[in-house]
Every structure is written in structure tokens, then in C-alpha cells.
Nanobody, 124 residues
Framework: QVQLVDSGGGLVQAGASLRLSCAASGRSFATYTMAWFRQAPGKEREFVAVISWRVDNTYYADSVKGRFTISRDNAKNTVYLQMNSLKPEDTAVYYC?????????????????WGQGTQVTVSS
């Protein structure tokens, strides 16, 4: 089992950057596939990015490809989401999620462990 704590959100202007962090507690962090999802008001939770446990393969939603980068530091039990060139449509609560030995899924139901979320607001 793993516990996740998201941080790093804030209010920024369009074009700015933010880095989100997700700190995990528990053993064997390196064996968890880690993902970021986001949820805007009135919308369903949507996939943003994932990094696998096996060889650090990454995959991104088309809407963030080329602007966001997911990475992990297994020594620090932390996964990051570097967000550049932010747009107002990126405004949402961002959640990290974990799946033990997961296969890099993009569906929220595939992830049993979730952080509490961190708010990102991008003004125009």
C-alpha cells in the first residue's frame, strides 16, 4: 500500500510554468506506475501523463504533449509534473495516482491509490 501527497499547485498567468510534486510513503515506490490526472469543474477526471515502473516509459495526453514532462525520483519516493507554457484550459485540480506493477493505463479506474489533489489555476 502507498499513501500519496500532492503539492505545488498555484495561481499563475498564461505562459508560466509550475512543477507539481507527489510524495509517496510506503515501501517499494519503484514498483508503482505513477500517473497524473486532472479534473476541471463540471468535467470528468482526465488523464494527463504516466510514467511506468519498469523502464520509466512515459506517455502523455495530446493536450499536454510537448508542454508537460513527468519524471520520478525513486530515491526520494517522488513523482513530478513539470508544466510549461500553461494555458487557461489547464486549470483544474491535479491528482497523482499509483498502480502497483501497473501497465501505464490512462483510465482512472485502473489506479487504486490517489493523492488529495492540488489546485492549478491559469489566468489569461
Amino acid at each position: 500500500q502507498v499513501q500519496l501527497v500532492d503539492s505545488g499547485g498555484g495561481l499563475v498567468q498564461a505562459g508560466a510554468s509550475l512543477r507539481l510534486s507527489c510524495a509517496a510513503s510506503g515501501r517499494s515506490f519503484a514498483t508503482y506506475t505513477m500517473a497524473w490526472f486532472r479534473q476541471a469543474p463540471g468535467k470528468e477526471r482526465e488523464f494527463v501523463a504516466v510514467i511506468s515502473w519498469r523502464v520509466d516509459n512515459t506517455y502523455y495526453a495530446d493536450s499536454v504533449k510537448g508542454r508537460f514532462t513527468i519524471s520520478r525520483d525513486n530515491a526520494k519516493n517522488t513523482v513530478y509534473l513539470q508544466m510549461n507554457s500553461l494555458k487557461p484550459e489547464d486549470t483544474a485540480v491535479y491528482y497523482c495516482a499509483a498502480d502497483y506493477l501497473g501497465n501505464s493505463g490512462t483510465v482512472p479506474q485502473q489506479y487504486p491509490y490517489w493523492g488529495q489533489g492540488t489546485q492549478v489555476t491559469v489566468s489569461s
